[in-house]
């Protein structure tokens, strides 16, 4: 994670910048939430214990459309807000530790994928864009899994899939 986040650099003009201050104006987070663009991962990422930052790809501002790229900053933001990368971080470190204790690793599975939930709820209470969310996530699950895997791209949307679940859920 170090090395792939290494070269980030805030964004303080332009499109993407102008998206994400108007959502925390709407929502009144403040500013204690950073926005960076980090050249080398391939999915957007909340970071930070202390100073939360949302770190976005290349690829978010060439590729989302509007709406879309509100959807995502508005779920990132939810993280930042939530403090998920701490405590998270916290599950991970307890699973590592008490490696022999499988279900530590369930835990830390559920509580990720609730945190999701409670952050696309979040996200499409501010925005009220379902349908941006849901198509935000797909294309973003296109860039994670790559287009040299093209064959394992239908598992992830297949049926009882964590992104299908999403999906539906959203909308």
């Not at 303080?12 to 925390?24: D, K, T």
């Not at 990422?45 to 879309?68: H, M, N, V, W, Y």
Request: with cysteine; proline share 5%; aromatic share 6%.
């Amino acid at each position: 994670l170090v090395a792939a986040l290494r070269g980030r650099e805030t964004i303080a003009s332009g499109p993407v910048h102008n998206i994400f201050q108007a959502l925390v104006k709407r929502t009144g987070v403040g500013s204690r939430v950073r926005l960076l663009h980090a050249p080398r991962i391939t999915a957007p990422i909340t970071i930070g214990f202390f100073r939360p930052a949302i770190c976005l790809p290349p690829r978010a501002e060439s590729e989302l459309q509007k709406d879309e790229l509100e959807a995502l900053l508005a779920h990132e933001l939810a993280h930042a807000l939530r403090r998920d990368p701490a405590w998270l971080c916290a599950c991970r470190t307890i699973e590592v530790v008490l490696f022999f204790q499988p279900l530590n690793r369930l835990a830390r599975v559920h509580l990720a994928d609730e945190a999701e939930y409670l952050c696309d709820d979040w996200a499409v209470r501010h925005t009220r864009e379902r349908l941006s969310l849901a198509s935000c996530l797909t294309e973003i699950a296109g860039w994670i899994v790559g287009r040299e895997r093209e064959l394992s791209a239908p598992g992830m949307a297949a049926r009882g899939s964590r992104l299908e679940r999403r999906v539906r859920r959203v909308l």
